[in-house]
Nanobody, 122 residues
Framework: VQLQASGGGLVQPTGSLRLSCASS????????IGWVRQAPGKEREGVSC???????YYRDSVKGRFTISRDNAKNTVYLQMNNLKPEDTAVYSC?????????????????WGQGTQVTVSS
């Protein structure tokens, strides 16, 4: 059973990236999946969550710039990040609490995948 985040990289301010969170060993279609991030020296913060029914939640600082979506056929959740800012720089990880609902764009989940580094810099 695994969640694997990918798609990070180095991008200039105002640029875009699409992160993917792929499951293996289980089908994620029923479960809420969330994205969190942690920058060096800072606390982990919730970024976005998508429920099993497709409801979406975002932290205020990414609303209008980030879009979370899911492709259940591919067992993958995406985070499209546009108009990236230097303060978005962090390791991004995906997780689930094995339930279908989101606790808003929360930062805590019971099961995590390995993260992917996003660096926004000119």
């Amino acid at each position: 059973v695994q969640l694997q985040a990918s798609g990070g990289g180095l991008v200039q301010p105002t640029g875009s990236l699409r992160l993917s969170c792929a499951s293996s060993g289980f089908a994620l279609d029923y479960y809420a999946i969330g994205w969190v991030r942690q920058a060096p020296g800072k606390e982990r913060e919730g970024v976005s969550c998508i429920s099993g029914s497709g409801s979406t939640y975002y932290r205020d600082s990414v609303k209008g710039r980030f879009t979370i979506s899911r492709d259940n056929a591919k067992n993958t959740v995406y985070l499209q990040m546009n108009n990236l800012k230097p303060e978005d720089t962090a390791v991004y990880s995906c997780g689930t609490s094995w339930s279908s609902g989101c606790d808003d764009a929360g930062a805590y989940y019971d099961f995590w995948g390995q993260g992917t580094q996003v660096t926004v810099s000119s």
